[in-house]
């Protein structure tokens, strides 16, 4: 998409896969933003390039287009690589159970096999559904979980699982730097309206004057954790020493009927509340401790859920 610039020397270079998604495109911001060089990897499949045509042009910054399961040639230096991509919402990942398989285990195989070429150091971008439906609350790192192989999460899980050991096993055997980071419930500007989570089915609903549909009797809980806070915890930990997994999210909790009440209330929508079937394997309590973070990080979320609501439904006000 961009030219390919000079780099300067001292300009520390990032490839971040899957960085025309969600989160992925906020981390390639971010790291612009810190003076980075920035190569994003990605294939589309749930990422837009929408989310990436502000830097078209840009000298630091280049889009491939690929699928990170395949071959990754770079031929130039590289000083981190952040693994960001595969299918992340429940919807996604029932629907590409196979892709979704496929870039956890093929995928984080050639992103580690492009940092040990790179002498890079690597950072996993996991997630708190290693946990499965967790029996521990709130979720620790020393936690092992409680996944159903064959579930239909299990192509998520079992791939970020699998992901989790390859990384350590890079770690141990070759040496290379790793971080692996459990990423909560995430929400923000560049969600996709029509992904299936929580967050944009409810906003999305409220605008449209639709009932929000909350599944079973919502009485699951969630932790929501604003994007720009996210990010700044990962970016803290790719910089930190030490390689054991980091929980990042935020621990306020609440019920996802209380939390279709707080879209209700924030969008100023007179849209009802409908129940539907749970669907299955849902986890039923979900919470991050964070408290790990706090310690080696020093960080924790700034942006108060009301206020990241209000920055949300603005940018989905208008793709409604
Ligand atoms: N959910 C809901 N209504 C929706 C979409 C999701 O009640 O239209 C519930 C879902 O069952 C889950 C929670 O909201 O308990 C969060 O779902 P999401 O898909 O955002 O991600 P998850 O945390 O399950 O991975």
New binding site residues.
Partial sequence: MAKKGAIKKTQPRSVVTGGAGFLGSHLVDYLLGRGHHVVALDNLVTGSVENIEHLAGRPDFRFIKQDVTEFLFLDEPVDYVWHFASPA???DYLELPIQTLKVGSLGTHKALGLAKHKGARFLLASTS?IYGDPLVHPQREDYWGNVSTIGPRGCYDESKRFAEALAMAYHRQHGIETKIVRIF?TYGPRMRLHD????P??IGQALAGQP?????K?E?T?SFCYCSDLIEGIYRLMMSRGNEPVNIGNPVELT?LEF?REIIRATGSRSKIVF?P??QD??RQ?RPDIGRARTLLGWEPQVPLAEGIVKTIEYFRGRS
């Fill in positions: 919402s429940p919807v559904e419930n299936g989570r929580v967050v089915a409810f929000l549909t909350v599944f079973g919502g699951q969630r996802v279709a539907r749970l669907p849902d986890p979900r």
